[in-house]
């Protein structure tokens, strides 16, 4: 198989060079470099890094160097030279910004500077809020989705509230389409295909394509379509290993794959040069196999009292199920009873419950059981409608009407291996639509913006556990679930005032004033479902989380809160080249409520609704560009002072959002350089000190600890230099970027078993481009390194942790031609 992988990767290379050398394809006219993105960037000396960016942080267009907010931004030139197509891998580029989830990252969200909630109920907004063309994503596991026709990408860290109408509590990013233009009818088509360093060297697909089509000279439209198509990188080698019976047809399925389709118009109409309206419409659907997690053995210890104190790495001669205070087999809770006790023991030494152990521990073999093709399944569909109108020459209007349905249905194998105990299952159907209208001016003094937002959501959730045929579980088949129903009405005000109270002082103040209305339906049931494919089918039978002299019954509830968010600053231009910045920033997210699955140890009702969060941020920053223009620094260093700070506690087979104070003390500091005409030089870093306070090891335990947060990598580092020259009638380029990543946890009672290592991500690549052609090859993950990417905790029901990784080593080839 290796010697295939290296006929097939050399066959790829060989396709590159003579690309690369064909006179076909020369042309006389250089090219502009792949990294610069002329819309964004004025060429100062003929490199990319060095030009000025452009971007829209405070909701008006100003150089990145002139904003006094840590920023990280791309142009859709920069992603695509750094062959970036998802949102999952922005984060690999940016330090301070890392990705938690569920479903082994083929559900994702953001965290910024240790900023995340990781809960895995669909109905739970994020701290980190995202924008696609100001429209806001509501759903925190819909913020995984594919990139394509993109203008750039604004990342903000620290809390945005003021100027952003939700939950910018850690952070925001940012993702700005390509727009329609008037001029001329151009675009363009984009194919790559490559394939994995894994057992059958599966291939992968992805095309994209878009044209702008002036209709009038008021009226344009764009199309932009993507197609991404990726077979399975992870070999399941069931019924190696099976215990219990098959949960279905299909069962044992590879894993890894991606078939996403997506779609985009945008119409743009432009009466005259005070009016410009911009009308949206976008939809995707993805199919994909069960979430591809792998296992690792793990055993749960014990104190005296029978609490759970910690979760070790099982070792290759290890035999007990669980590790009891005197060093004796505490035993295990297979049933999820929450009872603690026979069966004992392990029947293979090193194992899980069911004697597996995985083949390879990262690597790409597996053996699980509860795996289907086209088993996940997720469509999205909006609409937004922006209008942007000069009333004068100092007073603009924009408005902004956005409407999105999401839904999501995604399947794991609980134990990730090939016994037949439990799957689970993630799904969501929810609608939002946000209004916001906001009026901005300037003068000499200030320069202001003002406004209303609405907000809407409503999401209706199914979370649980899927006891298929065949499992060793008494009673399957059977779904044992949450269903929950969370409707949210959100109304602010806002208003920032820059005030230039002197020829290089500003001062900037800001506030955003809340009301928030929720409405909470859930129960917990048990659904007599049969088939693996589908969950929670049919009437349910209530068994909780309320009891009463009638039975068990739903939870219902109602919150109406008012919140606030604000902002002081100051920002002191020393001279055109040197910013320095100093102020303190609010953000709030409002509280919520839970709806955990039933099983285990119960959980007291009494944390079913959680309090809202407040951070407070102080910071201070510099920005500077060296006299020649070619380089950049920035730097700055923040203290978040959190109160209720909204945590994710995973313990058992589910888990609860509980509110903990936390502090955290960071910094970061970016270098980017042109040295010379052709060589473009990033380096970037960031480190954080992050503790949150009193975390009960499970809700309502009597132990608590002062922990980490999760998803959370204390350092980070990233480097990125490219190279371009004229050469073979066009230009060049050879680029590389590396990535470093501390080691973090993924479950706040940070138990040792309960941590993905260090890594370092190295990516290279080489191109070749003129005016209308570009030609690539690139390797993503040259070292072949097994990056973490999210865990659950699951040693007293299996025995083991179920872990998923990063895709292997990729060979691709690229070609795109502009016209």
């Known amino acids: ?407 999501k249905i995604g399947f794991l194998d609980v134990d990730a291996g090939p016994g037949n105990q439990a799957g689970g299952y993630l799904g969501v159907r929810a609608s939002t639509f946000s209004q916001e209208v906001r009026l901005s001016g300037k003068s000499d003094l200030v320069d202001w913006t003002t406004g209303l937002y609405y907000l809407h959501i409503k999401a209706h959730s199914l979370a649980g556990l899927k006891f298929p045929i065949g499992s060793v579980v008494p009673g399957a088949p059977f779904d044992l679930g949450a269903d929950a129903t969370l409707k949210t009405n959100s109304y602010s005000a806002f208003g920032q005032l820059d005030w230039h109270i002197a020829s290089r002082l500003t001062l900037i103040t800001g506030a955003r004033i809340i009301q928030e209305q929720k409405n909470h339906n859930f129960l917990q049931g048990i659904w007599g479902t049969t088939d693996s494919r589908e969950a929670a089918v049919g009437t349910p039978i209530v068994i909780g989380p309320l009891f009463g002299p009638n039975g068990p019954t739903p939870y219902t509830d109602k919150s109406n809160k008012t919140l606030w968010a604000g902002k002081v600053q100051l920002d002191f231009q020393v001279n055109p080249d040197l910013l320095l910045y100093a102020g303190v920033n609010r953000g709030v997210k409002a509280g919520s409520y839970n709806a955990a699955v039933p099983g285990g140890i119960a959980v007291p009702t009494s944390t079913i609704p959680y309090k809202a969060e407040t951070l407070t941020n102080y910071e201070s920053g510099i920005k500077y560009t060296f006299p020649d223009g070619k380089t950049r620094f920035n730097a700055s260093a923040f203290y978040y002072d959190y109160k209720n700070y909204q945590a994710f506690l995973f313990s058992g087979v589910s888990g609860i959002v509980i509110n903990a104070n936390a502090r955290t003390i960071g910094g970061e500091a970016s270098l980017f350089t042109s040295p010379v005409r052709g060589l473009d030089v990033g380096l970037s870093a960031s480190y954080f000190d992050a503790k949150v306070k009193d975390v009960p090891l499970r809700a309502g335990g009597p132990i608590s600890r002062d922990v980490q947060p999760v998803y959370a990598p204390p350092l980070q580092g990233s480097a990125i230099i490219r190279y371009e020259w004229e050469a073979l009638g066009g230009k060049l380029s050879v680029q590389g970027d590396a990535s470093y990543t501390d080691p973090f946890y993924y479950n706040l009672r940070n138990f040792d078993a309960d941590k993905f290592g260090r890594t370092v991500m190295v990516n290279a690549g080489l191109g070749w481009s003129n005016d209308n052609w570009e030609l690539n090859f690139r390797i993503r993950n040259l070292t072949n390194v097994h990056q973490g990417v999210q865990g659950f905790d699951l040693a007293t029901l299996c025995g083991c942790n179920e872990v998923s990784y990063k895709p292997p080593r990729f060979f691709q080839l690229g070609a795109r031609y502009n016209f």
């Open 1 to 407: 198989m290796r010697k295939d992988l290296r006929i097939r990767a050399t066959l790829l290379c060989a396709v590159a060079v003579g690309a690369l050398a064909s006179p076909a394809l020369a042309q006389d006219a250089p090219a502009v470099s792949s990294v610069q993105d002329q819309s964004t960037h004025a060429d100062k000396g003929g490199s990319a890094l060095s030009g000025e960016i452009i971007v829209t942080a405070q909701r008006r267009e100003q150089s990145i160097q002139k904003v006094g907010i840590a920023i990280t931004a791309f142009s859709g030139d920069q992603l695509r030279a750094l062959n970036v197509t998802d949102s999952r891998e922005l984060a690999g580029l940016t330090p301070g910004v890392h990705l938690g989830g569920a479903l082994a990252g083929q559900n994702s969200q953001y965290t910024i500077r240790g900023v995340t909630q990781n809960d895995i109920n669909d109905i739970v907004e994020a701290p980190n809020a995202v924008y696609l063309d100001d429209g806001y994503i509501a759903i925190g596991q819909g913020q995984t989705f594919a990139l394509f026709d993109i203008d750039r990408v604004e990342v903000l860290k620290g809390p945005q509230g003021t100027l952003f109408g939700r939950n910018a509590t850690g952070g925001l990013v940012r993702y700005i389409t390509r727009k329609p233009n008037l001029d001329k009818v151009e675009g363009f088509v984009d194919v790559n295909y490559g394939l994995y360093d894994s057992l059958s060297t599966p291939g992968a697909f992805h095309g994209e394509a878009a044209i702008n089509l002036p209709i009038s000279s008021t009226l344009a439209t764009r199309f932009a379509v993507m197609w991404n198509k990726a077979q399975p990188w992870l070999r399941n080698e069931y019924p190696a290993g099976a215990v219990g019976g098959s949960p279905g047809p299909g069962a044992g399925a590879n894993m890894g794959d991606d078939d996403t389709l997506a779609g985009r118009m945008t119409t743009l109409f432009e009466p005259n040069d005070s009016a410009r309206v911009l009308l949206s419409v976008n939809a995707a659907r993805t199919r994909m196999a069960t979430a591809p997690y792998q296992q690792k053995a793990t055993i749960g210890v014990f104190d005296a009292a029978g609490e759970l104190v910690n979760v070790l790495n099982a070792g290759p001669n290890e035999t007990r199920a669980s590790i009891a205070a005197d060093g004796s087999d505490g035993g295990s809770d297979t049933g999820n009873t929450g009872s603690f006790g026979a069966p004992f023991g392990r029947p293979v030494p090193g194992g899980d419950f069911f004697g597996y152990k995985d083949p390879d521990g990262s690597g790409p073999r597996t053996s699980s059981d509860f795996a289907f093709r086209d088993h996940g399944r997720v469509r999205t569909w909006g609409v937004n409608l922006n209008g942007e109108f000069d009333l004068s020459d100092s007073v603009k209007l924009a408005a902004v009407s956005d409407y999105k349905h999401f839904y």
